[in-house]
């Protein structure tokens, strides 16, 4: 963080999902004085919905600085806040030979690029060495990643705020929806007037609220994914690294620019066009507690349907098992998150009106970019300031 000399503001946020949690951060830190605010009595959006990968690997090279910035705040969180945040790496396993043709292509063009990230090639044998849980029949070898790490979404997000608030004297209001914000004025839903310098919008998925004017005729989509967890696997079993199947490979832009892409692409549409159809690609980590987090689908824009289709969760489960071997496959939970997803750029950032900001649509990496992109955000009104 850099040396602080601007003079101290009344700062509010909307939203206690991870972005918001990233904007009261970086803003105590700052020596602002921060009121939080939060609908729910809790945090319930897709902050604490989703695997909890700190998913360096998948981002794209501009947002590589952002995701190792976000992933050392988190390992402070961990040290400081005693939020559980394991650096545990990634496995992208390849059981047929067009995935492991793009994992070699992405591992030849990236092994020098990739600042402060181990890659690597791991034969069948090596993979099964690091983890009991990929699947043997048909495994080829994997892409070994050494930045990715793994939080527990449920319990860091509810335990952000607290720690916020004890060691930073951040005020943080639950149960208040914000129901107006105009420069330097915000209106709380029970008609409370509050007065603030600068006021930042995290509100998620919900584009309608606050500011709409804002987000139409942007590249903002909704996405609705479908998601499981098993019950804690028996004997103190662990997955090791967070694992990744080769149809992983189809949807990160990090893996765009290899040519062979293009034939596991091909395959998957003549082969199996459910799975595109549905936006499935399936993943693993797993929790302090021991329930592997499994996962997903991809359903966007007039496709969020409120209802959950089964079929969907059929489908998972079947990529699932053809990767994964698990003790257990008995399933404690299943749930749907939604996201907002800008798709011009790592997040949608615009300030309508003066120090009114909005800071949206991080996708499918919300947990693994915001810390990063809160501290550029507050690096840039602090220099805009100087
Ligand atoms: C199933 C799933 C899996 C995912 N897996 C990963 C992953 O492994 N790694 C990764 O990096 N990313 C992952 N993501 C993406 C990540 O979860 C999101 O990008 C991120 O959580 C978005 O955070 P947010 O703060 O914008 O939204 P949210 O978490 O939805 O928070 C927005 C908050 O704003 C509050 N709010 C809205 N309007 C108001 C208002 N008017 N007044 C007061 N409060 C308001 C809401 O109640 C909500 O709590 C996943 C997402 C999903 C859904």
New binding site residues.
């Given amino acids: 963080m850099a040396i602080n000399n601007s003079p101290k503001e009344r700062v509010a946020i909307?939203?206690?999902?991870?972005?918001?949690?990233a904007h009261a951060w970086s803003a105590a830190e700052r020596g602002h004085s921060v009121t939080l605010?939060?609908?729910?009595s809790k945090?319930?959006?897709?902050?604490?919905?989703?695997?909890?990968?700190?998913?360096v690997i998948g981002q794209r090279d501009d947002a590589q600085d952002t995701a190792l910035t976000a992933r050392e705040r988190w390992l402070r969180a961990s040290q400081e806040a005693g939020i559980w945040v394991q650096p545990c790496g990634s496995i992208h396993l390849a059981h047929c030979p067009d995935e492991w043709e793009v994992i070699q292509e992405f591992h030849e063009s990236h092994r020098s690029s990739h600042r402060g990230t181990t890659l690597g090639l791991l034969t069948r044998d090596e993979v099964l060495n690091r983890t009991p849980a990929a699947n043997p029949a048909g495994l080829l070898g994997g892409l070994w990643s050494s930045t990715e790490c793994c939080v527990d979404?449920t319990s860091a997000?509810r335990a952000m705020p607290t720690w916020l608030q004890s060691k930073y004297g951040v005020d943080v209001r639950y149960s208040?929806?914000?129901?107006h914000v105009e420069p330097g004025k915000l209106v709380a839903?029970c008609g409370a007037v509050h007065s603030f310098d600068r006021i930042v919008?995290?509100?998620?998925?919900?584009l309608a609220?606050?500011k709409p004017e804002v987000y139409r005729e942007q590249s903002i989509r909704r996405?609705?994914?479908?998601?499981m967890r098993t019950i804690t696997q028996p004997d103190d079993w662990r997955i090791g690294p967070h694992l990744a199947s080769g149809l992983t490979l189809r949807h990160y832009p990090n893996f765009q620019h290899c040519a062979s892409l293009r034939s596991l692409i091909q395959r998957v549409a003549s082969q199996t066009p459910e799975l595109d159809r549905f936006g499935i690609h399936v993943?693993a980590?797993q929790n302090h507690l021991g329930q592997v987090v499994l996962?997903?689908s991809h359903q966007y824009d007039d496709e969020v349907e409120p209802f959950d289709e089964s079929e969907i969760d059929r489908l998972i489960e079947r990529e699932l098992r053809k990767i994964l071997v698990l003790p257990t496959w008995e399933m404690q939970s299943r749930?749907?998150?939604?996201?907002?997803k800008y798709t011009q750029d790592i997040a949608f950032e615009r300030e309508p009106e003066p120090r009114v900001h909005v800071?949206?649509?991080?996708?499918?990496?919300?947990?693994?970019?915001?810390l990063g992109v809160a501290e550029r955000a507050w690096n840039r009104w602090e220099t805009n300031d100087a």
């Fill in positions: 909307v939203g206690a999902g991870i972005v918001g949690l605010f939060e609908r729910s945090a319930s959006g897709a902050s604490i919905r989703n695997f909890g990968m700190i998913w979404p997000i208040t929806a914000v129901v839903g919008i995290c509100s998620g998925d919900d609220t606050l996405c609705k994914l479908h998601m993943m980590s996962g997903d749930w749907h998150g939604i996201y907002a800071c949206t649509g991080l996708g499918g990496n919300g947990m693994t970019l915001s």
